[in-house]
């Protein structure tokens, strides 16, 4: 620029000031890396966080916790016990004893994935893996009433035993869908509850449904 060649700095002005730079406080959490902590740690800090969720499900409000740090382990395990538990008997099957392990695996999983796509084209606002979530962790009450059901069945099978068996499952049934529902319903548009709830209900009844009519081989 023309003129700057001819101004010139005294040296005899003192220059002043100070030269700060912000520094944020770091939490352990920023610095705090998984990379090297060792397998068990990785593993017990997966089962503390699979079960913070069944603690959640089993008492069931109103929390962002499943929706958070969704996870697929917890479903995955409920799903495989619960099947394998049907495995081998029923009512309504005379051949083979029961639906097969690959039957009760799909109508879970394929069920939720219908409920979750139903969900986003109401227009849901969880993620299509935060859905699997809550509706898989919300089996674990009807996972209980499958337990109860086998012990049951094996002190006997008459009309007290089917009528204990109604109550329970009627009960984890009632239990599965106020919990799912509990996470699941803020996320929808308050006038399409309903179109997300009756799905909902409809499949936890059918995985109650081959619950009760389940009979040892």
């Known amino acids: 620029f023309p003129g700057l060649a001819d101004v010139s700095i005294s040296q005899d002005i003192p220059v002043e000031g100070e030269i700060t730079v912000p520094v944020g406080s770091h ?29 959640h499900v089993m008492y069931p409000r109103k929390s962002s916790a499943l929706l958070r740090d969704w996870d697929l382990w917890g479903p995955l395990v409920l799903c495989v016990s619960l099947a394998l538990m049907l495995q081998g008997g029923s009512a309504d099957s005379k051949d083979d004893g029961g639906p097969q392990f690959a039957e009760v695996f799909v109508i879970i999983w394929f069920g939720a994935v219908v409920i979750t796509l139903n969900s986003k084209l109401l227009g849901g606002t969880i993620s299509f893996f935060q859905s699997l979530c809550v509706l898989g962790y919300c089996v ?67 995985i109650s449904w081959m619950i009760l009519t389940f009979t040892p081989q």
């Not at 610095?31 to 069944?54: C, H, N, Q, W």
């Not at 109604?166 to 529902?181: D, E, K, N, Q, Y």
């Open 27 to 55: 939490s352990p959490d920023e610095d705090y890396s998984t990379l090297d902590e060792p397998v068990k740690d990785t593993i017990m800090r997966d089962l503390k966080a699979v079960g913070k969720k069944f603690v």
């Open 140 to 206: 674990m009450p009807l996972t209980v009433a499958m337990v109860v059901c086998r012990l049951v069945l094996l002190a006997s099978a008459g009309t007290i035993s089917f009528i204990i068996r109604l109550i329970v499952v009627g009960a984890m049934f009632g239990w599965s869908t106020l919990a799912s529902t509990a996470f699941l319903a803020d996320s929808q548009p308050p006038n399409r509850k309903a179109l997300v709830v009756y799905p909902i209900f409809l499949f936890y009844f059918v």
